[in-house]
């Protein structure tokens, strides 16, 4: 059997729109905490610095003010530190994601049979909120559930409230608001009973509506509020009030006449209570419809589109590179009578860069043939390159394109969490219906859309990296193969000093003239390897020694003849 509605729900505190962050702001914690992760070595003082800036973001980015709410912003901060909330990868490696999930399942439990909204205290809320925007903005759907928890329980808008009774000293773990709630994410969700302003802690009633009298102005109370029934159908927008004790009445506006009755907004003062209307004047005709009136809109945040950069390259060109292709192409006028396929070659050689580097005489040459072929284009490239010059610079910018919108997954999943908080204060309830369900459509072609480009990335990748390893196994085979290439070749190199041997024979003639010899060299090697500079300075030496006896022999055996020769002229 369900348990009775709790009797004490908490109003619904408001959001500081004028303090929520772009989301350009958010993107500057995520480059913060890749910069961290960066580094091989970081510091508990960095770590604690980066902590401090992140919950104070978060609660600004949740519409609450950092500077009020000191106790609980410690208190997040807290258990950043001890849930290692820098060192988690994902919901499943956080410590904390176990306690924080338990919370949502009591949450969907207890929200199922009050039909009273129930919402996680402060600070697990806080800080699960920072990892799904800052840690996990690129896998915001790895824990649906998670995901779907924080769309279905209106999560952004009522951080603001844990955060504010968390500050307040209530240290419940799920806090009961004062709003009814149904658990279905496609239905027609009931404005809070009670809301609390954030600046100045007053509480906010619901909008008072007669025929002839509508006060938007804020009422002040006390006494406990019945809450306003809101009837589902088009035909029944009048509110129901329980009639009130009041110690002062105001007197009741001029009635118009009925010709001309129209209905009109006339503010109410502050510091003097509301009228009780009379039971015949709550009763509204069936005919006449007046929706609740709602405050208007707040901007939200919006995701500002990421704009294209331009970026500046250095270029340059060199008379060299260039006029290693063209003089080919000048050395083939000759022969193609200035005309023919040499212009389109000529023109793929040619910018209106390259002809600035040409040395001169092949700048004649060039503006002859431009001439001669009528290429105005060129002649005017040719005037402008009056200058000689081997080395021309200069600088080109190019425009990159920002990224496509449905590429950047959070992107997306804030400006569809923008839009249900707008969708949610129209109020028009058809209207408001036909939005969400148009909204849950247009969410889920967007997760398709997703999961498909996801899924061909990760086949980019894996393919990548079978390619990379295959790279990696040719690099380590030739690193074997060159491996064994140098040890066979130095012990080669040592049999070769061993084996190898010069051989000079000289042999001398005796019958022919005194300068007639004949010197063969031999030369026998077993090796197949060059020598080494050692061996073939040994080898050196060794020819340089047969040489000098060589000499020495062939001096004697002259010597020998002149004295023969002498010893006959006696």
């Not at 001439?371 to 000689?388: G, I």
């Not at 077993?526 to 300075?537: F, I, L, T, V």
Request: net charge neutral.
């Amino acid at each position: 059997m369900p348990q009775p509605p709790p009797m004490n729900p908490l109003p619904v505190v408001t959001t500081i729109e004028s303090l929520r962050l772009s989301y350009s702001q958010i993107i500057g914690l995520r480059s913060y905490y890749h910069h961290i992760c960066l580094r091989e070595s970081v510091k508990n003082k960095t770590i604690n610095r980066f902590y401090k800036a992140l919950v104070t973001r978060i609660f600004r980015f949740l519409g609450s003010d950092d500077v009020r709410y000191q106790k609980c912003l410690a208190a997040c901060i807290e258990v950043c530190k001890t849930t290692n909330f820098i060192e988690a990868k994902g919901w499943n490696s956080w410590s904390g994601f176990t306690r924080i999930l338990n919370t949502m399942e009591e949450v969907e439990r207890l929200t199922r049979q009050t039909k009273l909204l129930h919402c996680p205290a402060a600070p697990y809320l806080v800080v699960a909120i920072a990892m799904q925007q800052v840690i996990l903005q690129d896998i915001a759907t790895e824990n649906n559930k998670v995901y779907r928890f924080f769309r279905d329980f209106d999560s952004y808008n009522k951080a603001a409230t844990a955060i504010y009774f968390y500050e307040k000293n209530y240290r419940q773990e799920i806090l009961t608001l004062d709003q009814a709630w149904n658990i279905d994410p496609f239905a027609l969700q009931c404005m809070p009973n009670r809301k609390i302003d954030q600046l100045d802690g007053r509480i906010l009633r619901g909008w008072q509506t007669s025929r002839d009298h509508i006060s938007d102005e804020v009422i002040e109370v006390k006494d406990e509020q019945i809450p306003i029934k809101q009837e589902s159908s088009a035909a029944h927008h009048a509110l129901e009030f329980r009639e009130e004790r009041r110690e002062v009445a105001m007197p009741m506006p001029v009635p118009v006449p009925e010709e001309t009755q129209t209905i009109t907004q006339t503010p109410m003062p502050i510091s003097q209570p509301a009228p009780e209307p009379e039971p015949a004047q709550v009763q509204m005709p069936a005919q006449i419809t007046m929706p609740a009136p709602v405050p208007n809109p707040a901007p939200t945040s919006i995701v500002t589109p990421r704009p294209t950069m331009v970026r500046e390259t250095l270029m340059e060109v060199f008379r060299g590179e260039v006029m290693t292709k063209l003089q080919p192409l000048l050395d083939r006028l000759k022969s193609e009578n200035w005309n023919g396929v040499i212009q389109t070659d000529m023109m793929e050689v040619l910018t209106d860069k390259n002809v600035r580097v040409l040395p001169s005489l092949a700048k004649q040459t060039v503006r002859l043939w431009a001439t001669r072929s009528q290429n105005a284009m060129l002649l005017s490239w040719l005037e402008q390159a009056r200058d000689d010059v081997d080395v021309f610079q200069w600088t080109e910018r190019f425009t990159e394109p920002a990224p496509s919108a449905w590429t950047i997954p959070q992107s997306a999943h804030s400006v569809f969490h923008d839009l249900d908080a707008t969708i949610t204060r129209v109020p028009q309830l058809d209207i408001r219906g036909l939005l969400q369900a148009k909204m849950s459509t247009l969410r889920d072609i967007f997760d398709q859309q997703e999961k498909s480009h996801k899924e061909e990335m990760l086949h980019r990748v894996d393919s990548l990296q079978v390619d990379i390893a295959k790279l990696h196994g040719e690099m380590a085979a030739s690193k074997q193969l060159y491996g064994q290439a140098v040890a066979e070749s130095t012990a080669t190199d040592v049999d070769t000093a061993m084996t190898d041997r010069d051989v000079v024979i000289i042999e001398t003639d005796d019958d022919t003239a005194e300068d007639s010899e004949v010197e063969r060299k031999k030369k026998k090697r077993k090796g197949e390897k060059k020598e080494r500079k050692g061996d073939k300075k040994d080898g050196e030496e060794i020819v340089k020694k047969d040489k000098k006896k060589k000499t020495k022999s062939g001096e004697d055996l002259k010597k020998k003849k002149r004295s023969h020769q002498e010893m006959e002229l006696d």
